[in-house]
């Protein structure tokens, strides 16, 4: 008897599972709220040098009209070439060399109060200081997915969430009293650290107690709650205006986790796989009560469920080892980093679209939702066909918007809605598609390393923005065309829908792995 029988048993989503998802589930809101808020903290409104008016003490005049300042896609480019000639800022056309600002910066507060933008002064000759910090931001995730995907199938799904979840709201607090860019910065760092410990392995604890029918609607309820933070932090960025206030808003509530020292239960599959039955039992018993499902005693004995290669030390080198194994682990980390790197680079950078920051914030966090219901539709299906469909419909999207104009805004708005819903559903289902083809003795080494790769896609995606002195379009064409190659290499990965878990890598290199 296989773990997969035993829940059939005891109830592969009954209440012991429900409650579960409640307690991984509500961290997704916060999580989504550190992801993106840099949209908002690190925004960079209309400015102007102090030194363009004709004294350096002399404030900018009321009622000035900073839009002046803006070029015509809404970027806030021409104060950079007016620095030093007021005129400048009326004429589109001018173009003056863009030294340092000496009188210090005048920035409107018409849509933010304060940003680390205002407060740093990251613009023109230090604007890509903003930019690095995304990346650095970004480049904390990978550290993370590599270091907690490594600690967890050592020491256990579990101990790994407590550990990150208290890391991010004591790092988190801490960035909102930064006394300078680089400690801000820095703690940001150990933040996207603790995001990965917690993104990959609340999503494996709870695959790892789910039944195989179940699985794909338990995986799509956390994706849900990512998207209510993605909504609901365009409220929250309109509501409160100055970045420390918002910084402290998102961390402070995540001390409430503290509570989950007592509430998360370990995984029991996990356990078995490293021959700690006793423990693994308990377990078991207990959500076989709160199933309302009681095991009888002679069922207490699972021949098979812990043989020689399950007791065996696995490392990363197992993913890559044999051909199968090597084959689907590769298109899995060039998926992972394709969805990551689109997700992010539309979702990082609405202001590109011309609308209003908030009012695009929230509707992109809106197209999260239906992109997350479709999948429900189509995955029990056919993992492999939802994957290369939802992939397609993103890079066609991302390739129109080439071929539209800066000024029609509202159409190249739609096109990029169309692009993040696809890469929004397709990412949904990569968590699924992944945790289903790794095998239990591999599978969080294996996730950690598509996390991993995921993370380089997040590290690049504000840096890829700096192509566009190179070519406006350059970071959508890369965009489009890297997901439709995605979206080809899927159809050489196995089916798995309403298929077991393997166990071990035998059974992926199986020439039928997946029978039921």
Not at 359 to 388: C, D, K, Y
Not at 412 to 424: D, E, I, P
Request: glycine share 8%; hydrophobic share 45%; proline share 5%.
């Amino acid at each position: 008897m296989n773990f997969d029988e035993i829940l059939s048993l005891i109830g592969g989503f009954g209440k012991f599972q429900k409650i579960l998802y409640v307690w991984i589930s509500l961290p997704q809101i916060f999580l989504a709220f550190h992801m993106l808020v840099s949209v908002f903290t690190g925004a960079i409104p209309p400015h102007l040098c102090r030194s363009a008016w004709p004294s350096a003490d002399s404030p900018t005049p009321s009622g000035y009209n900073f839009s002046l300042l803006l070029s015509p896609d809404g970027r806030p480019e021409l104060s950079c070439m007016a620095k030093f000639n007021h005129s400048a800022a009326l004429d589109a056309n001018h173009s003056r060399h863009p030294g340092s600002c000496q009188g210090g910066w005048e920035y409107s507060q018409e849509t933010y109060y304060s940003t680390v933008v205002t407060e740093w002064d990251l613009v023109c000759d230090k604007a890509r200081l903003n930019i690095i910090g995304s990346s650095i931001y970004m480049f904390g995730l990978l550290v993370g997915a590599v270091a907690f995907g490594a600690l967890a199938d050592t020491y256990g799904r579990r101990p790994i969430i407590l550990f990150s979840l208290t890391i991010q709201a004591v790092f988190g607090v801490g960035a909102a009293f930064a006394p300078n860019y680089y400690i801000y910065i820095l703690l940001r760092f150990v933040v996207g650290m603790s995001i990965s410990g917690v993104i990959m392995n609340v999503f494996v604890l709870g695959t790892e107690w789910t039944g195989s029918k179940q699985r794909m609607l338990a995986a799509v309820i956390t994706d849900f709650f990512f998207g209510f933070g993605y909504i609901m932090l365009a409220g929250v960025a309109y509501l409160i205006r100055d970045w420390r206030k918002l910084q402290l808003a998102i961390s402070a509530p995540s001390f409430i986790f503290v509570c989950y020292f007592w509430l998360l239960p370990k995984s029991a599959r996990w356990l078995m796989a490293n021959d700690r039955n006793e423990e693994a039992w308990k377990l078991i018993r207990k959500a076989a009560r709160v199933n309302g499902k009681p095991l009888q005693e002679d069922l207490e004995l699972c021949q098979g469920c812990n043989n020689k290669e399950e007791r065996r030390k696995h490392t990363v080198i197992d993913l890559v080892r044999t051909p199968n194994m090597r084959k689907q682990s590769l298109i899995l980390f060039y998926l992972w980093f394709i969805n990551v790197l689109v997700y992010y680079g539309l979702s990082l950078n609405i202001s590109d679209f011309g609308m209003n920051i908030y009012l695009t914030q929230m509707i992109f966090g809106l197209v999260e939702m239906p992109a997350r219901t479709i999948t429900l539709f189509t995955l029990n299906r056919s993992r492999r066909f939802s994957q290369l469909a939802f992939l397609a419909v993103a890079g066609i999207a991302c390739l129109l918007t080439v071929f539209i104009p800066n000024d029609l805004s509202t159409i190249r708005t739609v096109l990029a809605m169309v692009g993040k819903f696809g890469v929004s559903a397709s990412l949904s289902i990569v968590y699924i598609f992944s945790a289903e083809i790794f095998p239990t003795v591999v599978r969080q080494t294996g996730i950690g390393m598509c996390s991993m790769c995921a993370r380089v896609g997040g590290v690049l995606a504000p840096i890829i923005y700096l192509l566009r002195p190179v070519s406006e379009q350059a970071p959508m064409v890369l965009f489009g065309l890297g997901t439709i190659v995605g979206s080809a290499l899927t159809v050489f990965l196995p089916e798995t829908a309403n298929m077991r878990l393997p166990d071990t890598i035998e059974d992926v290199e199986r020439s039928d792995p997946r029978s039921k």
